[in-house]
């Protein structure tokens, strides 16, 4: 642009003052960010500059020598007839606000000024427009209004003040949250809001603001105009001026009472619920302890009985209570475990022993015990030295190898693996029973859980496989279920060597 100023310049040396004129009209035309048309009074378009080609999309020569209406929309054919009348009185329009059509079929709303041109005469010939776009106006007016819709109807106070604390807006929310009209709280200080000994959090906000830093969620009280103390959630940004200069901070004011009382009453409510899980968990450790003592002497006695009796049916009966005493005896050892673990008193040795012949026990028992099923043993190694609780976890092993018996009616075949890894050993128990669904494995090992299924009728109190879970992690091992609903588990546990 310099370079053809200078050339301009340098040819303007030898043109008249109205040559010189001329030619600096047309470098303003030529130049303008404005489009610039002129046509004849009958519509004939006789000059388009090059704002007006990107503007409209035509180049200058598709739109010189065509009528005017090649921009207009047809429905406003009729504002082209008005504006000649005009013009042909020697009237001069203003800032005319319209739409006018692209190439394209684009709408772009524009203003435009519209002024006559006279011949040398003075007669008038035709007509120049000065074309303004405002799509970028309208968008920004567009916006200002979608903002401020949502200020109107934001739930949360929208507020705004100077540097010095002077409130310079107040939405309805405000007005709602805090009893003070917008004509009551503008112009006003802050601290028309801020009780009196919160008042230094003022100076902290505006002393992160100033610096340029965002407030968020800072949770405080607020009073309102009737006196009373709303618990609120701030956050707190600068308002920067065009040229980055901060001059305010906005607000936004979120009332948590509602939060806050949901909060307080899930706390209350979660005491109260700890409260009672401590006295049912005391209850068990206590009845527990208390069935004890009779069961041991029960089991006494029937044990002498047993001796005595020689009668067949008799020594039966006798025989069936000894065992149904025994597994209550288990049930009852069972829930002072649990009560053990809750009270943090469960105790466990830490004593060298070869799991191989706990495993082997373990099977030899349950064997026994129920001579319909094949208990199948595999393992590669005989001894195996490892540090921990021999009799818990035998209790581990009975557990799993009593459900293995009890959730797999009608089949007769159990299998137990042992293998030896890198750094810990693997027992694994699988049967080939009734499965357990994929919902469940997650809560399987949880206290008290027991799956809910119709078709097994197996009485039991859901912390056998919990007291597992307890004894296998503190003896930092893994436990976990492979399973397919209908087909069989496998129970796996590793012990850390
Ligand atoms: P209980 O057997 O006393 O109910 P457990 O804690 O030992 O308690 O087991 C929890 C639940 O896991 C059982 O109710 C049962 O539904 C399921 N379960 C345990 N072992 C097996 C298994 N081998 N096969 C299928 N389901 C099992």
Redesign the pocket.
């Known amino acids: 642009m310099k370079n053809d100023a200078g050339s301009i310049q340098a040819k303007t040396e030898d043109l008249s003052p109205a040559e010189e004129k001329q030619a600096m009209l047309s470098a303003i035309v030529a130049t303008s960010d404005d489009a610039i048309i002129s046509k004849t009074l009958k519509g004939i378009i006789t000059s388009w500059n090059p704002a007006a080609e990107r503007l409209f999309g035509y180049p200058e020569k598709e739109a010189v020598g065509k009528h005017i209406s090649l921009i207009i929309p047809p429905d406003r054919i009729g504002e082209e007839e008005m504006i000649i009348n005009g013009i042909s009185r020697g009237e001069r329009i203003s800032h005319f606000e319209t739409i006018r059509m692209a190439r394209d079929g684009r709408m772009i709303p524009i203003s435009v000024s519209i002024s006559p041109i006279l011949s040398n005469k003075g007669l008038i010939i035709g007509a120049s427009k000065i074309v303004r776009d405002l799509t970028d106006r309208i968008k920004a007016v567009e916006k200002e209004g979608v903002l401020a819709a949502i200020i109107n109807t934001s739930d949360d106070a929208i507020l705004s003040k100077t540097l010095e604390g002077i409130i310079t807006s107040w939405n309805p929310a405000a007005v709602k949250m805090f009893g003070y009209t917008e004509t009551e709280a503008v112009g006003q200080h802050i601290s028309l809001i801020i009780p009196s000994d919160r008042i230094e959090e003022e100076a902290y906000i505006i002393n992160e603001v100033s610096k340029g830093n965002k407030i968020d969620h800072f949770q405080t009280l607020r009073r309102a105009k009737n006196g009373m103390l709303i618990p609120i959630s701030l956050s707190v940004s600068p308002i920067v001026d065009d040229r980055g200069k901060i001059i305010g901070a906005s607000k936004i004011a979120r009332d948590i009472s509602a939060e806050q009382a949901l909060q307080q009453e899930t706390e209350r409510l979660y005491g109260q619920l700890k409260k009672l899980n401590a006295q049912k968990d005391e209850f068990i450790g206590l009845a527990s302890h208390e069935l004890k003592t009779p069961l041991t002497s029960i089991n006494g006695y029937l044990q002498i009985l047993a001796q005595q009796i020689t009668e067949g049916r008799n020594k039966m009966f006798v025989l069936k209570c000894l065992q149904q005493v025994t597994r209550l005896s288990s049930l009852v050892e069972d829930l002072l475990d649990v009560s053990r673990i809750e009270a943090g008193k469960l105790r466990f040795a830490n004593e060298d022993f070869n799991i191989c012949e706990v495993v082997a026990d373990a099977v030899d028992l349950i064997s026994h015990a129920n001579d319909s099923y094949r208990v199948t043993l595999h393992s590669s190694v005989g001894e195996y030295k490892i540090k921990g609780d021999a009799h818990r976890i035998e209790q581990v092993l009975v557990?799993?190898l009593t459900?293995?018996i009890?959730?797999?009616p009608g089949t007769n075949h159990i299998e137990v693996y042992l293998d030896l890894e890198t750094d810990k050993v693997k027992i694994g128990i699988k049967?080939f029973?009734?499965?357990?669904a994929k919902g469940?494995l997650d809560s399987?090992f949880s206290r008290y859980?027991?799956?809910d299924?119709n078709n097994?009728q197996?009485a039991?109190?859901?912390?056998?496989?919990?007291l597992c879970y307890e004894i296998v992690t503190r003896h930092k091992g893994n436990i976990w279920v492979e399973?397919i609903h209908g087909k069989?588990?496998t129970?796996w546990f590793t012990l850390p060597c």
Not at 433 to 436: D, F, L, V
Not at 460 to 466: A, D, N, S, V
Request: proline share 0%; aromatic share 12%; hydrophobic share 40%.
């Open positions: 557990n799993l459900n293995a009890r959730y797999s049967d029973g009734i499965g357990i469940d399987i859980y027991r799956v299924d097994i197996a039991g109190l859901g912390i056998g496989l919990y399973s069989g588990s129970f």
